[in-house]
């Protein structure tokens, strides 16, 4: 059987047009895992934003929508501009109701407002819908939508705090002991951080793994 290759493709989305590095390289205790991989630069579709907007795809919506965060983090009056115009590109591409709501969330939640502009937003939207008479974002639901946001957001970096908390214990324990039983694996994956740190500090006096578990 034959095996295609495997290509992998970053995208850097940050505002340093000199910044591209091609691989990463992970090490540990002596050995290395490194991935190359082809860039792509956001920022050099600056000047191709309307090939960009010509293109009846959903990721290049996406990419108009980081590149409105890079070019208009200063001027808040530009960025309302910009994003009403990525919403209104939405409903003029004929995609489904459920497209919509998704594309949308991801613009509002990349291209955010101050306060005193969401409002004029707001009725934007809601003339846009009236203009397209339909009815897909109601006011209350995008409240809904940024709620919801906002707690997956929080969950997801406590989530990824603990994990990494876990995984710098495990090493710690994995340096000082060598060997890490399974069922302690088990323990710290289930611990929460209150309790990955009290370990974290014990593995410093310990002399043995039960004394840090104890």
């Known amino acids: 059987m034959r095996r295609l290759p495997i290509i992998s493709i970053a995208i850097l989305i940050d505002d340093d047009p000199n910044w591209r ?9 002596g050995t290395y895992l ?9 920022l050099d579709y600056q000047h191709r934003r309307q090939e960009l907007a010509a293109i009846n795809n959903r990721f290049a919506i996406i990419m108009l929508a ?4 890079l070019e208009t983090k200063h001027n808040p009056i530009v960025r309302l501009k910009a994003k009403t115009a990525l919403t209104r590109l939405l409903y003029e591409r004929g995609y489904s109701r459920q497209d919509i709501i998704q594309l949308f969330t991801l613009i509002d939640w990349l291209v955010t ?15 846009i819908e009236e203009e397209k008479q ?3 974002i109601t006011t209350p639901e995008r409240v809904g939508i940024q709620k919801g946001i906002q707690q997956g957001f929080q969950q997801g970096l ?23 039983p399974s069922n302690y694996l088990t323990r710290i994956q ?21 004394e840090v578990f104890e």
């Open 21 to 29: 590095i091609n691989h990463y390289r992970e090490e540990c205790f």
């Open 34 to 42: 490194e991935v190359g991989y082809i860039v792509v630069k956001l």
């Open 66 to 69: 980081q590149l409105t965060v």
């Open 113 to 127: 407002l101050p306060e005193e502009l969401v409002i004029k937003y707001n009725e934007t939207l809601k003339e």
């Open 134 to 136: 339909v009815d897909f």
């Open 158 to 180: 406590k989530t990824g705090l603990q994990k990494g908390e876990a995984a710098l214990l495990i090493r710690l324990l994995q340096h000082r002991f060598h060997h890490l």
């Open 190 to 210: 289930q611990a929460d951080s209150n309790t990955l740190l009290i370990w974290g500090e014990r593995v410093l006096d310990a002399n043995t793994l039960e």
